[in-house]
């Protein structure tokens, strides 16, 4: 049978299972990488599984989020780190080194393996033909620890190109926002897109990389290009030629779905406050004032995008009602602007230059004013995720930001005489792995926890009713931003989970906490929710918070894949509504009881769930497979993994 790619993958990293969507899948893993934020709770659970040394070809251990050090927390995490990759046997990228996307698309990215990031935006590898998937923190710790990862089999979906580019003027940012327009941020759920046609070949490896990054704003599990001679001309200039193997679809092979987009007919794109599917074009923009422009983070950090910056900039001041900053994704490309003088011509034209992290990305510096507007060539722009609530964030491609940079507004980019030096694929990166400590030998390494570090909650066992209060009720789309913001203030306590539930929903509700508190010795809470609840960051906090608040069972109308895996694997069952109806009825305050949970997860799982306060009953399903049953069943994949062991 002709197979695609994604198929032939998934294939040749079978464990058990069938390659038939939505049936349980396990699968090998080549490697498994982590960033800081997201990190230490996941080597703190690598470490309470009482495992050696990693079970996976290759681990990774990145620092680029928290890297504003304003106190000891942040730089004791990184010490921790540092630590636990020495103990554990995995590569530590050292802060100062890059965000991890990219530095791992340099680095490690290899065409037909699979990896597992402990971010949303591991799919960035997808670029070089790499299956990568973003996951919570303690799926990347079982993984590592020598279990396969199960998944289920998603639909795969070819987006075919064809044409070409306008460059200059349009770039890969442009590709993934007119897709994003389409699709929006719902798009992707359950699917995986493979990428196709004649256009492939016009994209090198890192606008390719900018299309699978974004692909995680559609929901999508991962997004994937072919491995070509492009691919090759990379591997080749990162010094990796010997990675590479082609990996091409086979003549006939099926996909559920093909959408046909044409390169030649995409114009620039910006999407608008407050999702990153708001897409329209930067024409109908034209004119509107623009405070901040940042440039760089995980989505558009090539040498080619900061080269085509240098040249827009050469010889101008950015305008003095906006602000530039800039963040290259990684050291290799920070060199190369260095060494080709890109980087006098950006401080000549006042850029305000920042070291290699996630940086304003994430709110870790780099907020806009009040009310202010920032345009960004980052991948999201959810409210308040800049650090300022009524800031109004635009994502558009680096080309577009320069522009807005030197005007002060938004201009209508096709139509402006650009001086912009494209350039290809250089045919040699400057290689420097001084940053990157490989695995050490030694098994009796100290591991390193500051006072912050603490021990990772687990939930007990399922009980057989859940009595509890609905503690908050949202609509759709609600982000896992939303459920537990990040930014400089509550990004260091991500190792202290005591610490960081006290910002559950806090930018959203500031008395949901209080609340919580109260319902907790009380039955706890439940969470109503609408269509995709938790889309966006991979981060287990907005489960393992909550979960640590007493928060039982999360109601929904449909769930974003990596968050409701992070519930199950903290213990919290996540239920649809079988009738939506009925959501306008059920009020915050409301206690809902629902007997006779082990009985319902046996046989069916349908749960009658009776509303007290209202006086009135409803059905809700959940769609567990067996072990997620299990791990249910026993208050969590850490009870879980333990039981198993021992
Ligand atoms: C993000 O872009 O939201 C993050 C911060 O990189 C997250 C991970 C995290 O919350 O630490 C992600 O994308 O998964
Ligand atoms: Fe970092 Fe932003 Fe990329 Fe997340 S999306 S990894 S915060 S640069």
Redesign the pocket.
Known sequence: MPLNIVEKIFQSHLVYGELKAGVPVGLKVDEVYT????GTMAWLQFEAMKIDRVKVPVAVSYVD?NMVQSNYMNPDDHAFLQSAAKRFGAYFSRPGNGICHQVNLERFATPGWIALG?????PTNGGAAMLAI?VGGLDAATVMAGSPFELNMPMITQIRLSGKLRTPYVTAMDVILEILRRLTVKGGVGRIFEYGGKGVETLDVTERATITNMG?ELGATTSIFPSDERTLEFLRAQGREAAWIELKPDEGAKYDKIIELDLSAIEPMVARPHSPDNVVSVRELAGTKVDQVCIGG?TNSSYQSMRAVASILKGKTVSERTNLLINPGSRQVYDMIARDGSLIELLAAGVRMLESS?GP??GMGGAPGTGQSSVRT???NFEG?SGTKDASVYLASPVTCAVAAIAGEFQDVLASALNVTALEEPAMYPVCDNMIIPPSSSELEPIIKGPNIKEVPVKAPLEDDINAEVLIKLGNNIT??DI?P?GAKV?PY?SNIPAISGFVFSNIDSEFVKRAEEARPKGGGIIIGGENYGQ????E??ALAPMYLGVQAVITISFAR?HRSNLINFGILPLTFEDTGIIGKINQGDRLIIKGLKESLANGQTYRVEDATGGFTFTCTSSLNGRERDLILMGGLLPYTKAQTS
């Open positions: 960033q800081d934020a997201t989020h402990t971010d949303s935006h591991t973003g995680a995980c996630c990305c994430i980052f991948n999201r995720r896992t931003d537990m990040a990004l991500r966006g960051s991979s981060r906090h907005a990596i």
